[in-house]
């Protein structure tokens, strides 16, 4: 398959924040693509990204001022994760792994995986990156993972909340929603699409949320102030159960990449206080991934 048609490769200069995170701190979302030499793409994906190896990943985090990442398996490797595998397990336990697993996985993969440093599997609703799982088999894949004690990523858009809230809801696991759940920024915090997720965050005390990737979402373009309100509405009333992350190296973005230097400097934007910048970026994600 060739490249996407206006696929867009991820910043090549990215600027030096000029915030500083706290020592610890953790990149909680971010991937490795390849290098497709090593770790071809999955013949069955939906946009053929750039290569962006570990080393890469590595550099970046240290550039931008972090100590440790999280690494999301991206739909472009489906469920071939041996580039985040082969990522972790060259870290010097520095990162941990977000998995995507179909039903055929063996126990003894799993297993394999969680040595490697695998914390969490990802199960992916939005219907234009990926062709539906049944949810009868998402079922018994939470259940495997659960004894495990990995937790369960979520990856909607807003507006499908309601066809899947039931489904999310009876999960055995704690669940991290990815990118606030892609709300619709033009449409306001206040909105009901987005005050129904407060209730559920409210509601349901398994729930974590990711207050990612504003470039996927903003209408205003960099530095993404539409979205601030969005995510410090979040911080706020969740503040022991968010995590925050760059997204790098922003698959399937059909604009410019953003600038990870402008990313890291909007968290002091929607963690206003240190207290709660510690929690996002260092207690929050250590307590989910390395404890």
Known sequence: MAMSAGYIPFHPNPSKPKYRPPAGAVDAHCHVFGPESRFPY????????????KEKLFALRD??????????????????????????????????????????????????MDRAG??????NFVKRLVDFTPRDVLERIAARVAPLGWHIVIYFEMPDLPEFEDFFTSLPTTVVVDHM??????????????????????????????????????????????????????????PDRVLWGTDWPHPNMKKEAPDDGVLVDRIPHIATTSAQQKQLLVDNPMRLYWS
């Open 42 to 53: 999955a013949p069955e994906r939906k946009y053929t990204p750039c290569d962006a190896p």
């Open 63 to 112: 550039f931008l001022g972090f100590d440790k990442n999280v690494i999301v398996q991206a739909s472009c490797h489906s469920k071939d994760n041996r580039a985040m595998v082969d990522a972790l397990e060259n870290s010097n336990d520095r990162a941990r792994g977000v998995a995507f697993v179909g039903e055929e996985v063996t126990d003894s993969e799993l297993k394999a």
């Open 118 to 123: 695998v914390r969490g599997v990802r199960f």
């Open 181 to 238: 759940g892609t709300p619709d920024v033009k449409k306001g915090v206040d909105h009901p699409e987005n005050q129904r997720f407060h209730r559920l965050m409210d509601r349901h005390k398994n729930f974590w949320v990711k207050v990612t990737c504003p470039e996927r979402m903003s209408v205003a373009g960099p530095p993404y102030d539409d979205v601030v309100p969005f995510a410090r509405s979040l911080v706020d009333a969740f």
